[in-house]
């Protein structure tokens, strides 16, 4: 699977092995409570875990990837805990997130963060992204697993709501594979804060 399959809150699996279905139930349990919606994407990259996460884990850079991010503030150290303020670019209806920095496991090679404000309609808004090692045209490559769960703003519907952040999440991780495939090509595999 080259695109991003969807897992939706219901659990109906689009494009989604058995394999994976294992890795969403014991990294991304999300709990959604009757006023919110919640899904799980994935994605394959083209690139070594190491390299798409030396990407992934920097909650202080998430332009590098994300192509809806303009600026991003670090308020404090990169630890659990650490609040980012983010500008969002023109053309979304947002232009600020405060965003605050819930799990960062280099290790297990996952993060996850929590919206707490800004002028946006992204209510109790949480995520987590896990790295998994997979092996894609016989090179190491990475399996990529975002969940989400998030108020349904008043007047939107769950599908519309989880159309909405599913459509942001995928552009994400577009954005990710492409960046990391980019430099994967460029025999770039050593972290990046290590280049």
Not at 84 to 112: C, M, W, Y
Not at 141 to 153: M, Q, R
Not at 157 to 169: G, R, S
Request: hydrophobic fraction near 35%; aromatic fraction near 6%.
């Amino acid at each position: 699977m080259n695109g991003t399959g969807t897992v939706n809150g219901n659990g109906n699996v689009g494009g989604v092995s058995n394999a994976e279905w294992e890795l969403i139930r014991r990294y991304h349990r999300n709990e959604p409570a009757e006023n919110q919606c919640t899904s799980r994407l994935v994605k394959r990259i083209k690139a070594p875990v190491p390299l798409v996460w030396s990407l992934v884990r920097r909650f202080d850079q998430p332009q590098r990837y994300k192509p809806f991010v303009s600026r991003c503030v670090l308020k404090g150290n990169l630890e659990i805990g650490t609040l980012r303020e983010v500008d969002v670019k023109s053309g979304l209806p947002a232009t600020t997130s405060t965003e605050r920095l819930e799990l960062l496991d280099d290790d297990r090679h996952i993060l996850s963060m929590r919206i707490v404000g800004g002028d946006h309609r992204l209510k109790n808004y949480s995520s987590i992204i896990s790295l998994h090692p997979e092996i894609i045209d016989g090179r190491p490559g990475t399996l990529v697993i975002e969940s989400f769960v998030v108020d349904v703003p008043e007047g939107n519907t769950k599908d519309e709501t989880c159309y909405f952040v599913e459509a942001l999440i995928k552009c994400n991780l577009k954005s990710l594979a492409d960046v990391s495939e980019r430099l994967a090509v460029q025999d770039r595999t050593e972290p990046l804060d290590r280049i």
